[in-house]
Antibody, heavy 118, light 112 residues
Framework: QVTLKESGPGILQPSQTLSLTCTFS??????????VGWIRQPSGKGLEWLAN???????YYNPSLKNRLTISKDTSNNQAFLKITNVDTADTATYYC??????????WGQGVMVTVSS | DVVLTQTPSTLSATIGQSVSISCRSS???????????LYWYLQRPGQSPQLLIY???NLGSGVPNRFSGSGSGTDFTLKISGVEAEDLGVYYC?????????FGGGTKLELK
């Protein structure tokens, strides 16, 4: 059974660094072709695909966030991570992680709400 | 970036009615290897998105066969043949042929 669960700080202040963790089970990021992606959704709005990390440690970033994103993984502990630096109110959203196994987002986590506020 | 335009933005339907959602891309989604990376997702109220259709027309695991996808190049369609109450929510198309991966703006399916 594949499951993913996101965790994060809940609330943080502008200019801080957002650190998110995706803890998953039912698959391994050491499996050939496997990946995990991060997607976000501001309240009441659409979806934005942010970044991916693959079994071979290859990474993909959405250029719209320029150099603010860093994705990483801990294969032994079945976790993937996303850091977003220098956050502002526009980064307030629900953040999802999702499995990529030939198909993007065949399984999604429940999402974690993040609020950026002073 | 590739822009995906979904129409309509809101769709009102009765139970049992058949409906279609259009997703038009600003560029062809056919890659040089002959693959078209176009996907459909449903986000029910208060829930995470779930995969419905992959690679234009392939049904995701556990997805009822009243859902079908079609299209090529820049024009794609999701059809629901006989809407059921559990189908209500927001439908998104997404492309992964071109970086960055992008979603359409969504189509909200509601009961008439």
């Amino acid at each position: 059974q594949v499951t993913l669960k996101e965790s994060g700080p809940g609330i943080l202040q502008p200019s801080q660094t957002l650190s998110l963790t995706c803890t998953f089970s039912g698959f391994s990021l050491s499996t050939y072709g496997m990946g995990v992606g991060w997607i976000r959704q501001p309240s009441g709005k659409g979806l934005e695909w942010l970044a991916n990390i693959w079994w071979d440690d290859d990474k993909y970033y959405n250029p719209s966030l320029k150099n603010r994103l860093t994705i990483s993984k801990d294969t032994s502990n079945n976790q993937a991570f996303l850091k977003i630096t220098n956050v502002d109110t526009a980064d307030t959203a629900t953040y999802y992680c999702a499995r990529i196994w030939n198909t993007p987002g065949d399984y999604w986590g429940q999402g974690v709400m993040v609020t950026v506020s002073s | 970036d590739v822009v995906l335009t979904q129409t309509p933005s809101t769709l009102s339907a009765t139970i049992g009615q058949s409906v279609s959602i259009s997703c038009r891309s600003s560029q062809s989604l056919l890659d040089s290897a002959g693959n078209t990376y176009l996907y459909w997702y449903l986000q029910r109220p208060g829930q995470s998105p779930q995969l419905l259709i992959y690679l234009v027309s392939n049904l995701g695991s556990g997805v009822p066969n009243r859902f079908s996808g079609s299209g090529s190049g820049t024009d794609f369609t999701l059809k629901i043949s006989g809407v059921e109450a559990e189908d209500l929510g927001v439908y998104y198309c997404m492309q992964a042929t071109h970086a960055p991966w992008t979603f359409g703006g969504g189509t909200k399916l509601e009961l008439k």
